[in-house]
């Protein structure tokens, strides 16, 4: 790599840990959404096994819903290391 | 036929997202375009991307209530086929 | 296992230990390695500018399609073992076409289109992650070099062109069979369909579908392509490129390639009801 003066080591600096944190803390949410979703989804079946398709059906969709801000958060990231 | 169907499921997970986000982005380029060869004073771009906003939450839940459905009335058919001749 | 199988897979270990020995002394320092990633080989004529490796990559998939499509020609009606593997994939895609489309004129014609994208997405899929003839590029897109066993395949997935084409194709498809089965008034009428304020929100989810389809399978095969490329290099391509391979090329290259399929019988479908 060539050597770069320090305005452009900080500015690179702060896109790497820019894009890091957004990804990471963006994961956080959906993370802990889909461990709900995922447990009372255990707990339905655990109670009615006859519903299984169902139920896996919904928590899917559910986990859709939950699993969108980690896609956005993705994006941001992604635009932070190539578009800014 | 009921093991690929199952992980065909999988896709449901990334599918509102990307729709939102596939609505916002197209919504975007049109209201660029129409805003480079009007005004290019950035009014239009601004709102089309609000209806890109609006269009893809609605297409979003429609696509995923229109797939669960679909899903949902495979899995009876499965049941009753299943019932009807295993006789279980 | 017998004898003879553990004395075989033994002696390919070993092999396999001395051949990464060996390649270890040829492997390029991390700045010589990673510099190229990402940038493809560009080739312009007249004003199009195309990427000659999906050409070439893809060409010869379709070549090992026709060579399963040769070594099958003669069905038989007591099948083997490789004729009724063939059989249950088709008929089951041809259930799954029936159950969803829901005028039985399109069916068939569904089917062909669904299978084809599938057999051809599949295979790239599958070679997308393994080492194969490698051609790479720079940054204004001139070749720097042809490398075997280097690198992974360039997937015709993995171009954003091929997945768009087919998306695209599937988009002009659907509406097609729109009109062609329910006349071009009813279609018209289809886009104001709750009421007529919804038509933009109708007219940007239509044209946002071939975006996002195409765009999830590109995503998850080049982003897997990229992911193998680097970790291979870190642990310096000892043992883990054949796991790498085995989760981004079978497990999700098949999904990707049933989720695309599938969303192609889907998008027709929708515009018949």
């Known amino acids: ?48 096994p006859e519903m299984m398709g169902a139920i896996t059906t919904r928590m899917l969709l559910a986990d859709a819903v939950a699993e969108s801000t980690g896609i956005y958060s993705l994006l941001i990231a992604f635009l932070i290391i190539f578009a800014l | 036929m ?46 089309s991307l609000f209806f890109g906003t609006i269009s893809g939450i609605y297409n979003g839940v429609r696509e995923l209530l229109k797939e669960a459905e679909k899903y949902e009335k495979f899995d009876k058919k499965d049941d009753n086929d299943n019932s009807g001749s295993h006789s279980s | 296992m017998n004898k003879r199988d553990k004395i075989f897979i033994s002696v390919i270990l070993i092999v396999y230990f001395v051949a990464w020995l060996i390649s270890l002394k040829y492997l390029p320092p991390i700045d010589e390695a990673f510099s190229t990633l ?3 080989w560009v080739v312009s004529i007249g004003g199009f500018a ?48 029936e159950d ?24 790239s899929n599958m070679l997308g992650s393994f080492p194969g003839i490698v051609f790479t590029g720079w940054e204004n897109g001139k ?16 171009d954003l062109n091929t997945n768009l084409t087919y998306a695209l194709m599937v988009f002009v498809i659907s509406h097609a069979f729109a009109i062609k089965a329910k006349g071009f008034k009813a279609w018209l009428k289809g886009w104001f369909e709750p009421n007529p304020i919804m038509m933009p929100m109708n007219l940007i989810g239509e044209l946002a579908k071939p ?63």
Do not use: C
Not at chain 3, 253 to 260: N, P, R, S
């Open chain 3, 100 to 123: 969803t489309v829901p005028d039985p004129r399109f069916v068939r014609s569904t089917f062909v289109i669904a299978m084809t994208v599938f057999m051809f997405v599949w295979v």
């Open chain 3, 50 to 97: 195309f990427n000659p490796a999906t050409l070439i990559n893809a060409v010869i998939f379709f070549l090992i399609i026709l060579w399963i499509a040769l070594s099958v020609r003669d069905m038989k009606l007591v099948p083997d073992r490789k004729q009724s593997i063939i059989e249950w994939l088709f008929d089951t895609f041809y259930e799954m076409v």
């Open chain 2, 2 to 47: 009921k093991g690929l169907r199952d992980f065909a499921k999988l896709n449901l997970i990334t599918a509102f997202g990307t729709t939102v986000l596939a609505n916002i982005a197209v919504a975007g380029f049109i209201g660029w375009l129409i805003d480079k060869y009007t005004f290019n004073n950035r009014v239009i771009f601004v709102i």
């Open chain 3, 143 to 158: 070749l720097t070099e042809i490398g075997l066993f280097t690198d992974t395949w360039q997937a015709p997935t993995a």
């Open chain 1, 1 to 48: 790599m060539d050597k770069m003066d320090l305005a452009q080591a900080i500015y690179l600096a702060g896109k790497a840990i820019g894009a890091g944190l957004a990804m990471g803390i963006g994961a956080i949410g959906p993370g802990i959404g889909e461990g709900n979703i995922g447990a009372h989804a255990m707990d339905a079946m655990a109670r009615q």
């Open chain 3, 38 to 40: 990402g940038h493809r």
């Open chain 3, 211 to 273: 975006i996002s389809h195409s765009l999830r399978l590109f995503g998850n095969i080049a982003g897997g392509a990229i992911l193998t490329f680097i970790f291979s290099y870190m642990v310096k391509y000892f043992l883990l490129p054949v796991f790498l391979w085995g989760f981004f090329g079978l497990f999700v290259g098949t999904i990707q390639a049933l989720v695309f399929s599938i969303l192609v019988i889907a998008y027709i479908s929708a515009q018949l009801t």
